[in-house]
């Protein structure tokens, strides 16, 4: 038995995006929410800094754009490629129907740490650092929250709903034994920083030579920068040793010189596994699983972030009303995943396409020349921007639904009291007209 035990309307687990936006958004509509956060701040490995249209745009439907924008960030108005010497366009973001023509590039903690500073300011919100979902509470063949551990200590945090946001390796979807659906996929990226120069080449995110891939992400004074490598290989790439590493990467990406040398230990290299895959049922009675924890995305397109808030957006919209009656039913929880699962797995279909032609890099270790087909497809008229809306704004973009509070009924004491008086005039003649049939029927 736990030494403690809370009580909250809506207990969201993991303080990501999904998550964070989630309690943001509830909170605000007055609904009594606690956030659950494993770690006790927002900086961890690199998980992604991409702020899409769509995001920004529900940024600004919230009334918080303005202050967004103020925080440091790059703006990426188109995405390209270099495909051995050869430089190609993919995706022209100035063109996207949205406030925000741009792709805003900004450290993932800045972004949380962010809501987390609007989400305080509604009294019934709470963020719980250092707070690990351990297993759910069920009772009933229902969930009815979740137990906790904070500094060794067991707490139990009871709900009426138990919102899953904890991401790949979350303990929800685990516990509720949801089952899930694998994507292969052929690849892995190695994560590290080298300098960045300001007259380094703008809006190039991928690099592609010599059977490798490399994306830089511009961090003003730093590349973000991820070598792709074939699944399950981290470990040759270990036994090779560094400095094959430096000289594959300075193949791939010339300009950057002599900064290679700045990687001196595998200690600054990350590998991280990738991902994809999808919950069959996304909810049980009182749990429902939302971004990374129903759906884990890879980093292809950088759309992993946006469709988390997505989701987080879909599910406040559709939830709201219910938690405010104090009641989820399970097909409310249904809906939530009838409006999303369409958008993810449009987004994981053309993510799969995209690490099968990835893959295929891996097959030519020699300096590649870009196949006929890539120029064609981007000579196609327009294609630029269709690629720019769909990275941008996604399949079936969320909009943040306005929901008036339940309207009370507001009546002067004349009023109440003509009210009353119709309503006892109404019974009475109701009673005597029954009395009436019954006696002549008698
Ligand atoms: C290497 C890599 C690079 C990526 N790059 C991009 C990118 O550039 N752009 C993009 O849009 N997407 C990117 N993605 C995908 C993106 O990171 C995810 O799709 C997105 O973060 C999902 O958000 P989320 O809130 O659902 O989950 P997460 O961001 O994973 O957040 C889950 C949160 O839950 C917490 N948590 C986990 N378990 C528990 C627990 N038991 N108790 C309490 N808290 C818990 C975690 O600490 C974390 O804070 C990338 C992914 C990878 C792997």
Not at 306 to 314: E, G, K, P, S, W
Not at 322 to 340: K, N, S, T, Y
Not at 343 to 350: A, E, G, H, L, S
Request: aromatic content about 8%; overall charge positive; glycine content about 10%.
């Amino acid at each position: 038995m736990a030494a403690e035990i809370q009580e909250t309307t809506c207990c969201v687990v993991g303080g990501g995006p999904a998550g964070m936006m989630l309690g943001y958004l509830l909170a605000r509509r007055g609904i009594e929410v606690m956030v659950l956060e494993k770690h006790q701040d927002f900086f961890r490995d690199f998980r992604g800094d991409t702020v899409h249209p769509s995001t920004m745009e529900v940024l600004k439907e919230l009334g918080l754009l303005e202050e967004f924008l103020r925080l440091p960030h790059q703006k990426v108005t188109s995405a390209g490629v270099v495909l051995g010497d050869t430089p190609f366009e993919v995706a022209d973001f100035r063109h996207v129907p949205a406030t925000c023509r741009f792709v805003a590039l900004m450290p993932q903690w800045d972004f949380l740490n962010f809501l987390a500073d609007h989400a305080k300011r509604f009294a019934s919100f709470r963020l719980l650092m250092g707070h690990e979902a351990t297993w759910l509470v069920s009772d009933g063949g229902r969930i009815r929250g979740v137990s906790v551990q904070r500094d060794g200590q067991d707490v139990q945090i009871r709900a009426k709903l138990v919102v899953g946001c904890d991401g790949r390796h979350c303990v929800t979807r685990n516990a509720a034994d949801l089952e899930l659906i694998e994507s292969g996929v052929p690849i892995d990226v190695l994560w590290f920083r080298i300098s960045r120069k300001p007259d380094d080449p703008a809006n190039v995110l991928g690099n592609v030579n010599y059977g490798k891939a490399l994306i830089l992400i511009d961090r003003s004074d730093y590349f973000q920068a991820g070598l792709i490598i074939k699944k399950g290989t981290w470990d040759e790439v270990k036994a090779r040793g560094l400095d094959a590493l430096r000289g594959d990467i300075g193949k791939i990406a010339p300009f950057l010189g002599e900064r290679v040398s700045e990687l001196r230990d595998w200690e600054q290299i990350k590998v991280l596994t990738v991902q994809i895959n999808r919950l069959r049922r996304w909810h049980r009675p009182g749990l429902l699983c939302i971004g990374d924890a129903a759906h884990a995305m890879s980093p292809a397109g950088g759309v992993g972030i946006n469709l988390a808030i997505q989701d987080a957006v879909a599910t406040a919209n559709l939830l709201t009303r219910h938690l405010l009656a104090g009641h989820v039913p399970d097909e409310a929880l249904a809906a939530v995943q009838r409006r999303r699962e369409f958008p993810t797995r449009v987004t994981q279909t053309i993510q799969s396409g995209a690490h099968r032609a990835l893959a295929r890099v891996f097959e030519n270790p020699g300096p590649i020349r870009p196949p006929w087909q890539m120029k064609a497809v981007t000579r196609i008229p327009g294609i630029h921007r269709a690629l720019g809306y769909a990275v941008g704004i996604g399949a079936r973009p969320e909009h943040v639904r306005e929901q008036p509070p339940p309207r009370k009924l507001k009546l002067s004491p004349l009023a109440a009291a003509a009210y009353f008086g119709i309503g006892v005039t109404a019974a009475a003649v109701s009673c005597g007209w029954s009395w009436w049939m019954r006696r002549k029927a008698a």
